[in-house]
């Protein structure tokens, strides 16, 4: 029985990186790329015909908003995996795209065999994220404070305004105790100051 290759669509303007990228796909004996476009409204055309299992993307086609292009055709075509592949490794970026329904981010640096990793692991249903990339993410996005009830209960009383010793005095702890709860609260929240910390507490939920 002919074994299945993975179909694969692939929109680039960069001929020459096209080429050897269909190349080195094809030798994977995985997938196969069938068709290739230079720029999205071919890309769009063609996909009115016939879509693959998985289209590979590029953001930067000149004259084209390939983000807003990836979110039409995720939503066009619900059972074509997308993959975007490349130059761009900026947070925001990553984020925008990621939210607008792609199933993989590579970028072309990477290894020929993490591309195929990437069309394998959507093709099957699942998300893939570049190691590169998922580091960026891990960076820039902002890491969830986890905070204790006792510590909830001073930081209401720190939003509703009131000083150390009226904290002290409504929870029954000392002054000194509500202080280091002020103190430590600043702390773990990465706060400079009480207006700080009341803001990043309201606009986090963390109350």
Known sequence: MKKYLIDVYVADDHAMFCEGLAEAINRSDLARVSRQFNTLPACAASLKERCPDV???DLSMPGDDGVAFCRQVVSDYPRMKVVVVTVHDEYALIRRVLDSGAHGYVLKLSPVDVLVNAI????????FIAPEVEDIIQRSEPKAVHITPAEQ?????????????????RLGLT????GWYRKHL???CEARNTAELVRKALREHLI
């Open 55 to 57: 289209l590979l993307l």
């Open 120 to 127: 394998v692991a959507v093709w099957r249903g699942g998300r």
């Open 153 to 169: 209960n001073v930081l209401r009383l720190i939003c509703d305004g009131l000083t150390n010793t009226g904290i002290a005095a």
């Open 175 to 178: 002054v000194e105790t509500a």
């Open 186 to 188: 600043l702390a773990k």
